[in-house]
């Protein structure tokens, strides 16, 4: 795992839509094919980005607001970012 892989899905999510960022156990496990050890490193590596840039991250089981409601991060729903 580098910095280089998630700045570039990083970077391919924030052009999807810049106000909410969603991770999924899905796109990062089966998807791009990380291991637990990569997922875990990808999640910290991204959590600290965008939290550089101004969002708020929640992983999964965390409570969070958006668009006026209540939500909770789902169990396949590894990191949710907001932007401030």
Not at 29 to 51: G, P, V, Y
Not at 75 to 81: F, G, H, P, Q, R
Request: charged share 25%; proline share 0%.
């Amino acid at each position: 795992m580098d910095l280089r892989t998630v700045d570039s899905y990083l970077n391919h999510k924030l052009d999807e839509n810049s106000d909410f960022i969603l991770l999924t156990f899905y796109e990062l496990r089966i998807k791009l094919d990380l291991s637990q050890a990569d997922t875990n490193e990808f999640l910290n590596l991204s959590a600290i980005r965008l939290k550089n840039i101004g969002y708020n991250v929640y992983f999964t089981g965390q409570e969070y607001e958006y668009n006026e409601k209540h939500q909770i991060v789902k169990d396949n729903e590894l990191l949710v970012a907001i932007k401030i």
